[in-house]
């Protein structure tokens, strides 16, 4: 059998089997949560008659194993259940609160990755290049830098500089300074792009205004995670460059950029992969703080709503797809650096 | 005056329907004899006191989630209840700027039998959005939906008072009582008990089908609603706005950037703590209204040491309420006395004397209770109230220089009202207030109620409030609602911190009336009675 293929199935079967235990996991967290459910959503003013006529329609009142396996009964088949948001007579499924959410998600990942992946990889071959140079120094220290600030500080900060485009020739601060510095700073806040610091967005949005919308977003997420893939591939090409066989290429006369490309590059990718996936996972569960500063309507901000208001079947689905998001990257990680070694890909 | 003033009056009155433009009122100002700034000022600030037609308008609420439904059984905050009930539908009647009750979907209303019988007439010709006409047997249904054992709806306990809702023809509808209530048009208004069109004997919610001066476009849960203009709405003229969208924003931070990029014209919940920045704004303007909510410290009134009533009083006594305005609302809250009828809200009171920082006086009861200090705790978290931890932090500091030694515990924000309201000894609550004094008495303090947060249950208040519920006497029920006011003031075991005001901003180009204080966003109707003043 061939080797990739042998240890995509076998990682595939491992996967399913860490799915079932944190199935396990998600659902007693959950069932541990305190609060009630019927409450968080009839509000503060609920009656006790009122919540305990809630609680009988949503099933809610069974023991919790019981609830368990028809939940997993129910996955099987591909429905994820109602979410407790449901009323008589007018069912809302997981499945349609999640879609348009994950969609948004995917789209800004996407966005995000289609900027950040080449950025990274492209400044990480240079600074390698010209390791130790002003060029490094200055990519290293710029990187680093934006990677330092929490994510809503940085959002916070783009989102400043928008508003300070119109306000800023008006403020105090502006009076403050010298004629000439106001007047030059006011010409460099107008060259910022009047980006839309709301990125709401629905259904009916069309494709070009979504991807306007999900500027500043994906702008935050670029500067977060560059500097922990760009580090990676610098540091791995430069593992690779201290190699015998590149000082061969060198004594053959092969230019630097021609060394790195063809010789280093390729030997290279196993540890880049690990870390771009592991960022590419981050985009998809992780950016709950840059959604909610940008009121942009994805699946963090799905799940923290319905913690919020214990919605559990959307929490249990969510917590599931963010389970199989990292399961899933980290298996094309590894499919990928075994296809790109020929030692991995013909192991004696 | 010249015949050119005279001209400047009419186009004045005329810039209103957009009759004049900017370019022919500023040449009638010249020739007034006024300058061309003078000229567009007065253009400007009349184009804006007359209501126009049409417009876009986006409106940026504080709350919003993927649990909101149009569902009027839950409306749990300001995003439903601002679109939904305020935009959406009609409830019977609603109450104006100067919190009084009005006819809304009914005509009018009057009642007999001691206040015990109500009949509502419906208003001719209202229609629902698909043009079927609005009967007494839709408003039935709709009432009835909150009514009865197994309804989930919040308004519930609202609705235990009426023993029976019928039609009586097809324009009026007649409500029974358990006990006469002079106040019950006031209850109508909730922003539940809106009409919704029966389909086979039961209220439909779920078409989306009502009566309001807007139509619903699109919906999506904890993102936003967008609705448009109702061409056959039944009250003249309104509403003025041709479309509105209204978009949940629960962040604070990017509450306030989106109004000032301009992406939203409104905001509800400004950040008071960032005010003065947006102010400095010039297309920004700040809506203050104080309203009927406040913040209180409730205390179990049947446990140690609160059953005593001087311990009570020593603790009312030993709170710097105007440092808590100052300090934790930057002004923006109006000081309480221990009594929850906001004086906006007729037969409020101011009852005497004014509780204010004392430690004498603290002392003098804490002495009276026989106890030289005390040791008590307080549970608080923010989700009572934005600033409630801070609050009691203040609390303790003052109530230490009176021999009292306030722990203050700080308890998990989520979960609050099921874990710590109602159920640790001495908590902050909020209460977004209502709009009559029985309305309020009877949720919050009345001994049967399930919300009687401070179990306080004072024979003489009750007996009190069941009779002056059915006065109909004006002087006599201002005297018992005096002295009820009076009683919640010296007995009552909670403490009534302060009056919130409702603060939002708006940019300039948005435009409207005295704003009401029922609710927040203008009684819930900012889209039916706000407009665009293009100017």
Known sequence: MNPVARTVLQRLGLGLVTLFIVSIIIFSAIAMLPGDFAKATLGQSATPETVAAFQREIGIDRPPVERYFVWVAQMLHGDFGSSFASRTGYRRTVAEIIAPRLYNTMFLAAVTALIAVPLALGLGILAALYRNGWFDRLVNVATLTTISFPEFFVAYMLAYLVISRDTFIGSDFAQTLPHWLTVSLNWA???????????????????????????????????????????????????????????????????????????????????????????????????????????????????????????????????????????????????????????????? | MSESEYKLGIAQSLIGGGKVSRRDFIHLGLAAGLTVAAADRLFVSTARAEPMQGGFAKLGMAHGATTDSID????????????????????????????????????????????????????????????????????????????????????????????????DGPETVVFTLKDGNADFPYIMSDYHLVIMPAKDGKADWASGVRTGAFVLENFQPGVSAKLKRNPNYFKNGKPYLDEVEFIAITDLAARMAALSTGEVDYIGRADLKTLGMLKRNPKVEIVEVTGYGHYTLPMNVTMAPFDNPDVRMALKWAINRQEIVDKIFLGHATVANDNPIAPAIKFAKDPQPQHSFDPEKAKHYLKKAGMENLKVDLSVADAAFAGAVDAASLIRETAAQCGIDVNVVREAEDAYWDNVWLKKPWCASYWSGRATADWMFTQAFAADSSWNESFWKNPHFNELLVQARAETDEAKRAAMYAEMQQLTHDDGGSIVLVFNNFVSAQSKKLAHGDVAPNWENDGLKMAERWWIATA
């Open chain 2, 72 to 167: 009027p059984a839950g409306y749990p905050d300001t995003f439903t209840q601002t679109a939904f009930s305020g935009s959406l539908s009609n409830s019977l009647t609603e109450v104006d700027a100067k919190g009084n009750v009005q006819p809304d979907l009914a005509e009018s209303f009057e009642t007999s039998d001691g206040a015990k019988t109500w009949a509502f007439k419906l208003r001719k010709g209202a229609t629902f959005h698909n043009g079927k006409t609005v009967t007494a047997d839709d408003v039935v249904t709709s009432l009835q939906y909150h009514m009865g054992k197994d309804t989930k709806s919040a308004a519930k306990s609202l609705l235990d008072s009426v023993a029976d809702v019928k039609a």
């Open chain 1, 189 to 348: 806040l107008n060259a910022v792009p009047k980006f839309p610091t709301l990125s709401n967005v629905n259904d009916q949005t069309p494709f070009w205004e979504h991807l306007w919308k999900v500027a500043l977003p994906a702008i935050t997420l670029t500067l977060v995670i560059v500097a922990h893939m760009m580090r990676m591939t610098r540091a791995a090409i430069i593992n690779m460059l201290a190699s015998p066989y590149i000082d061969m290429a060198r004594l053959k006369g092969m230019s630097p950029i021609v060394i790195v490309l063809r010789h280093a590059l390729p030997n290279a990718w196993a540890p880049i992969v690990t870390v771009v996936a592991f960022n590419l996972a981050y985009l998809i569960v992780g950016v709950v703080v840059v959604e909610v500063v940008f009121v942009y309507p994805g699946i963090g901000q799905l799940m923290v709503d319905a913690v919020k208001s214990r919605d559990v079947p959307v929490v249990q689905a969510c917590a599931l797809i963010f389970a199989a998001t990292y399961i899933l990257l980290n298996l094309l990680a590894d499919v990928i650096s075994i296809a790109t070694n020929p030692r991995l890909l013909h192991p004696r």
